[in-house]
């Protein structure tokens, strides 16, 4: 009876396992292309200055797919450090692009007013320090970090609602769209799908007393032009790219991340949750700890380090897992991808590099992660095999449109298309973030169009009839 009881379960998880393996966006199956450096706002830094806002572009090739999933990544590093060249969160973007994704990785404010008394202990400098952060950690007050957090989340926003305005150029469905990060990434993403109520907005993000003078040993970490000034972040949603879309996601990947209110998980439409933690993570703690468990665990017993007193508490991924769990039928859909069997500090830790703070194996996380996201974004009505049925929608990989000579000359687009249909076409010509340009129709696709006073830039050409929609980047 016991053999019988097994031999069903394993064939029922074998079953499970294999639909799930042929849902849409579970296997790799195309190269991917990237688009660097694409421009998405500009906001106001923690010391006062203007800071320009980057992302980087990942799409399959040869999908032949006009509606998308649509997953934007966001770095770790702390608030102060990391890229969105960070090898964690660009392994993510490629592996979910390879399955039939467009990924972005954003660069997004980082940074936050030193303490007023920094001691620079012998064993604590940055090229000894095992997790690669520096004395710019040590903060002025326990209010820095959710300042950090706030402004990270705002830009995260923003660049939604930018990706979702030009949906048309990247063949994105808007009503799949999903965020992720690693460590503060995740952090930051987590605050992005859950803190989508005004009422919502994080303690300390109001207009605040001037940050202390740093002491002189951390001044450095503050950027010209060094404003102490902490005025009011303004509202949930920041001032970016404030266009026709909402910042709202379907699902979040959580890596390493946490938050520092739980309230926020409550609500109606709230999104899916894939949870990612390491028990042993002395960094971002899985259970419900203050961030930075490094410093108790493993550097101030033995004084390696100044104390880290300013550190706020987070409720980290498997505290957030026994919310929902709590929650019964009221919570979201969530997977349970938490590494249990570790410590922290269960003997060599310390040592690891960084201490329990890692994806182990991304690959298989992304199987997980594209398994658990494939049935929503089926149930949110998009299936690849008849996205692109209607002549009106776009795909971007008939390639049957040519436009020469790109870089254009004297400011004429020559448009040629031997093979398409001979019905009026509308040319449309967009910027980087999706805004019209110019626009025009015509009666056929083998003409010229005359565009002067172009400023020189990056920008994508539309055209579109009851048969056709492609798009072409053209260069100015």
Request: glycine share 8%.
């Amino acid at each position: 009876m016991k053999n019988k009881f097994a031999l069903s379960f394993i064939l029922t998880v074998l079953c499970q396992h294999f639909l799930v393996a042929q849902l849409p966006y579970t296997q790799k199956l195309y190269p991917v292309s990237i688009e660097k450096d694409i421009p998405y706002g500009t906001a106001t830094t923690s010391a006062g200055g203007t800071e320009n806002l980057e992302l980087d572009l990942y799409k399959p090739v040869g999908d032949d797919n006009c509606r998308r999933p649509l997953l934007v990544m966001a770095h770790g590093g702390g608030f102060i450090g990391g890229t969105k060249d960070n090898y964690d969160v660009v392994q993510i973007c490629e592996e979910m692009a390879a399955r039939g994704y467009v990924t972005a990785s954003i660069h997004y404010r980082l940074g936050m007013n030193p303490t007023s008394y920094y001691e620079p202990y012998a064993f604590c400098n940055d090229w000894l320090n095992p997790i690669g952060i520096s004395k710019c950690i040590y903060m002025a007050d326990s209010m820095e970090m959710p300042r950090a957090l706030y402004r990270a989340s705002q830009d995260m926003k923003g660049a939604i609602r930018f990706l979702k305005g030009r949906h048309s150029l990247d063949s994105t469905d808007v009503g799949n769209v999903f965020v992720g990060g690693s460590s503060a990434g995740a952090i930051t993403a987590l605050n992005t799908a859950f803190m989508d109520l005004p009422s919502e907005k994080l303690p300390f993000t109001t207009a605040l007393a001037d940050a202390p003078v740093p002491d002189s040993d951390v001044a450095s970490c503050v950027p010209a032009p060094a404003n102490r000034s902490r005025p009011d972040l303004g509202g949930t949603e920041g001032d970016q790219n404030l266009n026709s879309h909402d910042s709202s996601v379907k699902g979040v990947a959580d890596f390493m991340g946490g938050l520092f209110d739980l309230g926020l998980l409550a609500g109606p439409d709230t999104p899916a949750i894939y949870l990612y933690h390491r028990t042993d993570d002395l960094v971002v703690p899985s259970n419900t700890e203050r961030l930075f468990l490094l410093y108790p665990y493993c550097l101030n017993p033995i004084n390696l380090c100044q104390p880290l007193s300013v550190r706020p508490m987070i409720h980290g991924s498997a505290s957030i897992k026994a919310k929902l769990e709590s929650m019964g039928s009221a919570a979201p859909p969530f997977f349970n991808d938490i590494l249990t069997g570790y410590g922290p500090a269960d003997g060599d830790d310390c040592l690891d590099d960084p201490p329990g703070h890692s994806i182990d194996n991304i690959p298989l996380r992304c199987v997980n992660l594209s398994g658990f996201f494939a049935p929503i974004i089926a149930a949110n009505g998009n299936s690849p095999s008849v996205n692109c049925v209607s002549g009106t929608d776009f795909t971007q990989n008939k390639k049957r449109l040519k436009v020469y000579p790109n870089p254009v000359q004297g400011g004429v687009l020559h448009i040629a298309c031997g093979n398409c249909p001979s019905d009026q076409a509308t040319f449309r010509l967009l910027d980087v973030t999706g805004r019209t340009v110019a626009e025009t129709v015509g009666n056929h696709l083998d003409s010229s169009w005359e565009l002067p006073g172009i400023p020189d830039g990056v920008y994508f050409l539309q055209v579109f009839s009851k048969d056709l929609n492609e798009v072409r980047r053209v260069v100015f």
